[in-house]
């Protein structure tokens, strides 16, 4: 009988395969992935990936897994905010916060997916649920500035909320295809934009 590996070990194998899986995910896209090409990029027998995973579509549910952890981190930031303002700002400070081509390359992994998630109902439920959390927790920093009186008398929080989750996405999408967007001026344009015309104290639409 082989020794058992340690706790540690098996966990940092773990996150091996699964980013090897990501990476092998994003370039050829998921159809195309088998498991013996993870295998085949880590150097290791099929066997040992099937040791941690029973398949693609489990590790599919374990990437999804690590991206809803970071999004929870995310949302902590966003929660320890003072006001809406702040929290929609740090919500883009957070979208910002990786290096453009890191940027662009996840991207065009989601654009797969998204591409996967029309007739696959697997796919659109782990894309359903990560975005309806990102929109709970703008939504949630939305109602606190309206409690505190931060909005227009005519501020409709769920279009706005909308709206920021619509802007995200196409800004993800511009990233990835329209090279002359990708930058961060482009970005932190649009967040200017965004950040005008509905608080109480920046009537004229001014930039904040």
Request: glycine content about 4%; charged content about 25%; hydrophobic content about 40%.
């Amino acid at each position: 009988m082989s020794p058992k590996m340690p706790e540690e070990h098996r966990e940092f194998r773990r996150q091996q395969i699964l980013e090897a899986a990501w990476e092998c995910f994003t370039e050829r896209g998921y159809q195309e992935t088998t498991i013996r090409l993870i295998a085949e990029r880590m150097n290791l027998s099929t066997g040992i990936i099937y040791s941690y995973f029973k398949g693609k579509d489990e590790l599919l549910e374990a990437i999804h897994a690590c991206s809803m952890d970071n999004k929870k981190k995310i949302a902590n930031k966003i929660r320890q905010k003072d006001t809406a303002q702040e929290a929609i700002d740090e919500l883009f400070n957070q979208f910002l916060s990786y290096p453009m081509k890191d940027l662009k390359q996840a991207v065009k992994a989601d654009i797969r997916f998204w591409s996967e998630a029309v007739t696959r109902k697997n796919f659109r439920r782990l894309f359903s649920s990560q975005y309806n959390y990102l929109q709970k927790i703008i939504s949630q920093s939305l109602q606190q500035g309206v409690e505190n009186g931060e909005f227009n008398a005519d501020f409709d929080l769920q279009a706005y909320a909308s709206f920021i989750g619509a802007l995200l996405l196409g800004l993800e999408v511009q990233a990835a295809l329209i090279d002359k967007t990708a930058t961060l001026s482009h970005f932190d344009g649009m967040r200017k934009i965004l950040l005008s015309n509905v608080w109480q104290n920046n009537k004229e639409g001014s930039p904040v």
